[in-house]
Nanobody, 125 residues
Framework: QVQLVESGGGLVQTGGSLRLSCVAS????????MGWFRQAPGKFREFVAA????????LYSASVKGRFTISRDNAKNTLYLQMNSLRPEDTAVYYC??????????????????WGQGTQVTVSS
């Protein structure tokens, strides 16, 4: 069974950058679609970004497009999220997820089968 572990979260000032990583163990994610979601206190989990198995397809939420970049290194079984120009509203627990997800469902959390435990990102104003 594949397990996902996120890292790279922390406290950063407005305008700063962070790079999140999600390492898979117990199996390969090379043929899976991968996504990042986030959940702020009192809010529903929301889609951030997703990437296809060969990195040829990516999708971003409107709120992060142009500031965040999703990427993957299949040789390292690792997913990344480069976050630039961070804002206080980006504060949340960030989760990575894996699954066999069609492109039309990249933003649907229920389509992903495996989830990490999350990493906290806090952006101070």
């Amino acid at each position: 069974q594949v397990q996902l572990v996120e890292s790279g979260g922390g406290l950063v000032q407005t305008g700063g950058s962070l790079r999140l990583s999600c390492v898979a163990s117990g199996g390969s994610i090379n043929t899976s679609q991968m996504g990042w979601f986030r959940q702020a206190p009192g809010k529903f989990r929301e889609f951030v970004a997703a990437i296809g198995s060969s990195s040829s397809t990516t999708l971003y939420s409107a709120s992060v497009k142009g500031r965040f970049t999703i990427s993957r290194d299949n040789a390292k079984n690792t997913l990344y999220l480069q976050m630039n120009s961070l804002r206080p509203e980006d504060t949340a627990v960030y989760y990575c997820a894996s699954g066999r997800v069609p492109v039309r469902s990249y933003g649907v959390a229920e389509k992903y089968e495996i989830w990490g435990q999350g990493t906290q990102v806090t952006v101070s104003s």
